[in-house]
């Protein structure tokens, strides 16, 4: 067994039980009293009747497949003494009846045991106090952050609830064990069991994928909407057991084949050699079309003892042995740093936060806690681009791109048309972002210091920003980045075009800072506001008379609106109302005359660049000369001369 350092935890000591196991195999044999047939079958075999099968007693069972034989004789002598007990003979898929086949030693078992052992040592020899009540919200975070110390598993209340399953806030030893039975992916959340005898997973990847409205049952509607079962209606018939129209994820895995998989028969079935191991050969021919690209990185991190190949136990802990998930679904690097973190190896709808985490330890085959193209599959993100754009639809640019700010975003050009403010990040995530400034060329980068959204005063000497953390609100800062001084705890300001106003949010009241007076009011309450969520990056009017934003309703209907800066009323304008996603960002043209903000409507691969008129109440259109393939165009603003925009794209 390989020796790796890690500096992961399951409740500290769990991992040690975790890693230490990661090849697991029973002492064991299966113990069950054989039944009559697999007896009678034993026993015509045992021509000496000491009740065990020779190698020579086995080979006689069937003379024309000696190499098969010999294969299953060496895998299922799970002893190792050289014959075949009862029990063991009943392990061999096809030489007793499926309804008598007894299972070979199960990995997941033995890691459940482990964890269930570094519980009862974590919590002070719970084993030893069996009746002892742990508090369940602390069960659940405790857990979740010795898997995931940077957060990336949330203790979410319906993960409370998975502990604390009779609702008395208290997790007993034996909700604990089911806890991690859920997470290790051997049952469902809602408790049905995931692993079967003998041997068998459901494939709950395909149920949560065909399982469209997430109630846990399969309609007829959805089960022949997948492409892949919409010839399957007879099967649908036969399955629904209790004739109610739906497939229980019970009545699923009594589909053979589709519902439940036979791990074993596989391991078998594409052993074509009959050496008892999968080679690089075997198990890339022998996967299915949807896990090629999981071949590359799962032999190795699954070839426990380094020899190159499989073993049937190895094989049986592979993630394609294992399809409660959708191991094989694109994920991506969603902070673009070229890596895979364990918050973003996530699989859809299923959590099975321990089962990644074992798997991500394997995966990670030098222990730097980040996968990369070699160890997993996965979408790396281009970074975000700024482009260039005229207002007549031509000249379409690359402006900047930098790998250290792999996201950046919400421009804002200077008013004497010189310099492009922007924010940028990398694999931290927003909270560290900063606020840059280029050329209109693109060139010259200079760093501001921290913050987001910048907007730049009339006369160019200074920008506003928001920022996080301690410094949390609005700032303004010189635009040589010195901080003036904090304006308020808000968030998402915008610079008025005469310099006298700065615009931000709180909650869904928006507010104007009266730069001169050093005060601030509100223009419009939470509670005079239709929308329950009013977004940043709102754009001014060309005479800083308007304010144009997003909105969302308590419906989740969306909408583009404006309300006047000046005066005692609001007078509230709805511009436009859909169903569509839209970004936050609104750029008011210079003459007045267009909103431009970004829109994926359904016949957009990509969120692309839309405009109206304000002053006239008809529908946005598609901006001329974009280049629509380059991926989601969202955040723009207008240069003061009006002649051009600057876009940025989010990278593919």
């Known amino acids: 067994m390989r020796s790796r350092r890690r500096a992961v935890a399951v409740c500290a000591v769990l991992v040690l039980f975790l890693l230490a196991g990661r090849s697991a195999t029973a002492d064991e044999t299966p113990a069950s009293s054989a039944k009559r047939t697999a007896n009678s079958i034993f026993e015509k075999a045992d021509t000496n009747k000491d009740d065990r099968l020779t190698l020579e007693e086995y080979l006689a069972i069937d003379r024309n497949k000696p190499e098969v034989l010999q294969r299953d004789f060496r895998l299922f002598d799970l002893d190792g003494n050289g014959a075949l007990s009862l029990d063991e003979f009943r392990t061999i898929p096809g030489r007793v009846p499926e309804t008598e086949r007894l299972a070979v030693p199960d990995p997941v078992d ?48 319906s993960e409370i609830q998975l502990a604390d399953p009779d609702r008395d806030g208290q997790t007993t030893r034996e909700e604990a064990r089911r806890f991690l039975e859920i997470h290790l992916g051997m049952r469902a959340p809602t408790g049905e069991l995931l692993r079967r005898p003998p041997n068998r997973v459901v494939n709950f990847a395909v149920f949560l994928g065909v399982d469209g409205d997430k109630d846990n049952r399969l309609s007829r509607e959805e089960f022949l909407g997948t492409s892949y079962l919409k010839d399957k209606g007879a099967d649908f018939e036969k399955a629904d057991g209790n004739r109610d129209g739906f497939l229980s994820i019970d009545e699923f895995a009594s589909l053979p084949g589709t519902g439940l998989i036979d791990p074993v028969r596989r391991f078998l079935q594409i052993d074509t050699n009959f050496d008892g191991f999968l080679d690089a050969a075997e198990f890339e021919t022998g996967a299915y079309t949807w896990q ?33 998930l959708g191991w ?44 990369d193209l070699e160890e997993f599959p996965f979408k790396v993100r281009e970074s975000h681009t700024l482009f260039k754009l005229g207002a007549d639809g031509t000249g379409w640019a690359k402006l900047y791109q930098q790998a250290d700010t792999p996201a950046c975003g919400s ?46 005063s009339a006369d160019g000497k200074q920008l506003a920003c928001s920022r996080y953390g301690e410094a949390n609100g609005v700032w303004i800062i010189s635009a040589d980045g010195t901080p003036v001084k904090k304006v308020s705890r808000g968030w998402g300001a915008q610079w008025s075009p005469d310099g006298k106003k700065i615009a931000y949010t709180i909650n869904e009241a928006i507010m104007v800072y009266d730069v001169e007076k050093d005060e601030s009011s509100s223009i419009i309450e939470a509670g005079d506001n239709p929308y329950s969520s009013v977004y940043w990056n ?115």
């Open 292 to 324: 090629t690209m999981l071949t590359k990185p799962t032999l190795p991190a699954f070839d426990a003892d380094g020899d190159g190949r499989l073993s049937l136990p190895e094989y049986l802990f592979t993630m394609q042995a294992n399809p409660v």
């Open 110 to 157: 033995a890691i459940l045991d482990q964890a269930v052992a570094a519980l009862d040592e974590t919590w002070g020899g719970w084993d030893k106090q069996p009746n002892r009540l742990v508090q369940s919200g602390l069960f659940v975070v405790r857990l979740f952050q010795s898997l995931d110390p940077e957060g990336g598993i949330p203790a979410t209340q």
């Open 411 to 456: 421009p804002a050009v200077s008013p004497d048309g010189k310099w492009v403010a922007f924010d940028g990040y990398g694999k931290d995530g927003l909270s560290t972002s900063h606020v840059y400034a280029i050329s209109i060329n693109g060139t010259g980068r200079r760093d501001l210091g921290e913050g987001l959204m910048p907007t730049w």
């Open 328 to 371: 094989h679904s694109e994920i991506r690097d969603t902070n673009r740093d070229q890596a895979l973190s364990f918050k973003e190896f996530t699989f859809g709808r299923g959590q099975f936060a321990l089962l990644r985490r074992t798997y991500f330890f394997h995966l990670d085959r030098n222990s730097d806690n980040r996968l």
């Open 538 to 652: 709102m754009g001014w009017s060309p005479d800083s008379t308007r304010l144009i934003f997003k909105g969302v309703k308590s419906n989740g209907e969306s909408g583009i609106a404006s309300v006047s800066a000046a005066g005692d009323k609001p007078d509230l304008k709805v511009h436009f109302t859909t169903k569509n996603t839209f970004e936050n960002d609104m750029a008011w043209s210079p003459d007045g005359t267009r909103v431009v903000f970004g829109m994926k409507a359904p016949e957009d691969q990509y969120v692309a660049l839309y405009e109206f008129n304000p002053q006239i109440n008809e529908p946005p259109t598609r901006v001329k000369g974009q280049d629509l393939t380059v991926g989601p165009l969202c955040d723009v603003c207008w240069t003061p001369d009006g002649k051009t925009m600057v876009i940025t794209c989010r990278g593919k």
